[in-house]
């Protein structure tokens, strides 16, 4: 039977809950509204959340991207009949196919979202009687243990049950060392390659009872999450731009009258295109401006103000 000891130092093993980065995901429905969701702890929570927020501001939502992705761009793009998201390592390249694509669908195309994704890498360390397994750059705590469960319990030769030790989950930047002797295994975790390895070979000499030396194996790391890059600030400004509240101009009044001029109108609107129909069957299409709710904080069609076009 061969015996496991595992040494951790200077390394965060709890995962962190409510980290500063998280997973996006933008849901879009009728009349280009939508909704983006920030720093959600998984993948699916930010999806569920987006198409929840969206669905509070339209109908036929939908996944603007299919699932949310790590250390890259999500920039979406809006214009007045369609609308385009694109992903991207590259800030720039995300920022401008997302402008391109839309503009061929539609004009007065800008940006009203732009996020850098970034969640942690999540890492699991998972024992049986006669084997273990380390898996790292997991997207969640959950898949992490999950998956180094599972190669434990495929590797051992006596099909032992496995299961993680949860004093050795990690989210932060760190290296895994395996350290062996014919009888005895030590594990370090550490933040760098050469500490790991020192904690491993210390910690497998404690318990080796064979005789034969320790041999320290090569370094696991789980990587850490990529930092936005510095062109992605124009599109986070870009974004934070386009969706400011308008400055409504004062209206000029030339003059004050006494009459009253009445009329009755009905509407039919999609996206913003309308048709309005006088009481004597006259009709006109129009364009119904888009404006800035700041209780939704999102962009619409105003059909009610000049809804008669009288104004």
């Known amino acids: 039977m061969k015996y496991w000891k595992a040494v951790m130092a200077g390394v965060m093993s709890a995962v962190v809950s409510g980290q500063a980065f998280g997973w996006g995901a933008t849901a879009i429905g009728d009349g280009n509204l939508h909704y ?43 214009g007045d009949e ?47 009687k006669d084997n273990l397994w380390v898996t790292t750059g997991a997207s969640s705590l959950e898949a992490a243990e999950k998956s180094a469960t599972e190669r434990c319990q495929q590797g051992s030769a006596t099909k032992a049950p496995c299961s993680p030790n949860k004093d050795f989950t990690t989210n932060t930047h760190a290296f895994y060392v395996l350290a062996s ?9 550490r933040t760098t390659p050469a500490q790991a390895k020192k904690a491993a070979l210390e910690s497998c000499e404690e318990g080796n009872k064979s005789g034969k030396p320790c041999v320290a194996g090569a370094p696991i790391e789980n ?16 974004a934070a731009k386009s969706t400011a509240p308008r400055q409504m101009k004062p209206i000029k009044t030339a003059a004050t009258t006494r009459s009253t001029n009445v009329v009755r109108c009905s509407n039919t609107c999609a996206n913003g295109s309308c048709l309005r129909t ?34």
């Open 181 to 189: 002797s014919d009888d005895y295994t030590g594990i370090g975790l």
């Open 36 to 78: 983006t969701q920030y720093n959600a702890d998984t993948p699916k929570e930010a999806e569920q959340r987006a198409m929840s927020g969206c669905a509070e501001r339209t109908t036929n939502c939908k996944l603007a991207m299919e699932h949310a992705v790590r250390s890259t761009a999500m920039v979406m793009v809006v």
């Open 278 to 311: 006088f009481g004597n069957g006259r009709q006109e299409r129009w364009q119904a401006p888009r404006v800035y709710d700041p209780i939704t904080r999102n962009w619409t069609w105003d059909t009610v103000t000049n809804a008669c076009g009288v104004i």
């Open 82 to 128: 369609g609308w385009a998201q694109v992903s991207n390592e590259n800030p720039d390249k995300a920022g401008n196919d997302a402008l391109a694509s839309c503009g061929k669908l539609s004009k007065g195309c800008r940006v009203e979202s732009a996020v850098w994704d970034t969640s942690p890498f999540f890492a699991a360390l998972a024992i049986g």
């Open 223 to 238: 990587e850490a999450p990529v930092a936005a890059p510095a062109t992605m600030k124009k599109w986070i400004d870009a």
